[in-house]
């Protein structure tokens, strides 16, 4: 109950809004603020209510309305939405009787064992809206509605821009964290070869580099269906940025226009840009596994931990989570979360676009619903790791595998690099 009472808190200040800007389409690509509000309390009263505790429904005629597969986010302002007052009675409602029908939930089933379907709930909440609901506020105009310290603009410099990752056998995903979704699912042994990946993501700084190199107008990095999308889109920048006359550039944040600063991490990046700014720099996207082996696999223990830093639950001095903070930290700002080989800020500040597709893993099972991941195995989607400044921690560990349309960029992405390790001609030839 605590990771709810957290979740519902900020879905409340995240709602903080008067009428109109909580039943406004703010754009075409999210929707409704007051949508995602009872599609919140509409989750949690099938799962906590109808599954885990056998209860009545609470308002069985809501489902079809709040059912994210039905209705496309761009056509949810035109539904009889509850208005903004009946969508927080009905979650208060229904939170109500999720504190009362604990008593009659014996955590005996697969659904309720360890309290997954309770840790399911908080994540859904946190991750799918109200980290969603950020992003829409990133996209409303008007002025500023949230507020929070600004991120540390501080950091210690990495000793070294790339770490070598030796070859192993190394643990991938999960059959014992009792959070785990079903895509983080089963845990699995495989063979990674040596690699190089950036100590930290990728820089405004760096990519600004890119886009004075002409990283935009050269076709010959990206892939084609980059470029495609690239010239459709228009794409000259990332996503709010601005470049005055005198060569200074500016980005919008939550209504604020701030100095783009050459130390954070580059952020409202599409894949598409991702990978051409890593061949511009003679490198790659990790692939979703080395990404995993850099944040989770201690070579001297021969184990995978839990985070980089270890098995302990994230602290505010390993990793930029749960919306502290409105924006990335600098690079280097959280040397106590790096992982045993040296990685830094691998959790936390922005979403890392991999180069690899959504799939599942070897004895994948659906559970406890098909539409959660199995659905949107295959296609063009493209995986993200590491959460962000707006992700909470009950939605973020090693083993999470968030996805995405790679021409995404309102989410809060950014990425880092990576590269093989040349095999010397004497030992390739043995």
Not at 181 to 193: G, K, S
Not at 274 to 293: H, M, Q, S, V
Request: hydrophobic content about 35%.
């Amino acid at each position: 109950m605590r990771d709810l009472a957290r979740a519902r808190a900020r879905t409340a200040a995240l709602t903080d809004l008067d009428a109109d800007d909580l039943t406004a389409q703010h754009s075409p690509l999210m929707s409704p603020l007051v949508w995602d509000l009872a599609h919140i309390a509409n989750q949690e009263e099938r799962w906590l209510l109808r599954e885990a505790a056998g209860l009545d429904a609470e308002r069985r005629d809501l489902d079809e309305l709040y059912d994210a597969f039905r209705h496309p986010r761009a056509t949810r302002s035109g539904l009889p939405l509850l208005d903004p007052e009946q969508a927080r009675r009905y979650a208060d409602d229904v939170r109500a009787r999720v504190s009362e029908s604990l008593e009659r939930c014996r955590f005996d089933t697969e659904l309720t064992r360890d309290g997954f379907v309770y840790s399911m709930i908080a994540q859904h909440e946190q991750q799918h809206d109200d980290e969603t609901m950020l992003a829409t506020h990133q996209l409303r105009s008007g002025p500023p509605v949230l507020f929070a310290p600004d991120a540390p603009r501080t950091g210690r410099p990495a000793e070294t821009d790339e770490i070598t990752v030796p070859a192993g056998e190394v643990e991938i995903g999960t059959s014992t964290d009792p959070s785990a979704l079903d895509n983080e699912r089963p845990a699995h042994r495989v063979q990674v070869p040596a690699f190089r990946i950036d100590t930290v993501p990728v820089t405004n700084g760096r990519y600004l580099e890119f886009i004075a190199d002409g990283g935009y107008d050269r076709p010959e990095l990206w892939s084609e269906a980059g470029w495609e999308h690239r010239v459709r889109a228009g794409l000259e920048a990332p996503q709010f940025w601005t470049c005055e006359h005198d060569g200074t550039w500016w980005r919008r944040r939550f209504g604020v226009t701030v100095p783009v600063q050459p130390d954070e991490p580059v952020v409202h990046v599409c894949f598409h840009e991702a990978d051409a700014y890593a061949r511009w720099a003679g490198k790659r996207l990790p692939t979703e596994i080395e990404w995993e082996t850099a944040a989770r696999w201690n070579p001297g223990e021969q184990r995978s931990t839990r985070y980089p830093w270890g098995d302990t639950d994230p602290g505010p001095e390993h990793a930029n989570l749960g919306q502290r903070h409105l924006g990335p930290a600098v690079v280097g700002a959280y040397p106590a979360g790096a992982s045993p080989l040296g990685v830094q800020q691998l959790i936390g500040d922005v979403w890392e676009w991999t180069s690899s597709g959504f799939e599942p893993y070897p004895g994948f099972r659906a559970f406890p619903y098909r539409e959660y991941s199995e659905v949107f195995f295959g296609g063009d989607y493209r995986v993200l790791r590491g959460g962000s400044f707006g992700t909470d921690p009950v939605a973020c560990r090693g083993t999470f595998r968030n996805w995405d349309h790679p021409i995404r960029r309102q989410i809060f992405s950014g990425f880092r690099c990576a590269r093989d390790i040349p095999v010397p001609p004497d030992v390739a030839d043995v």
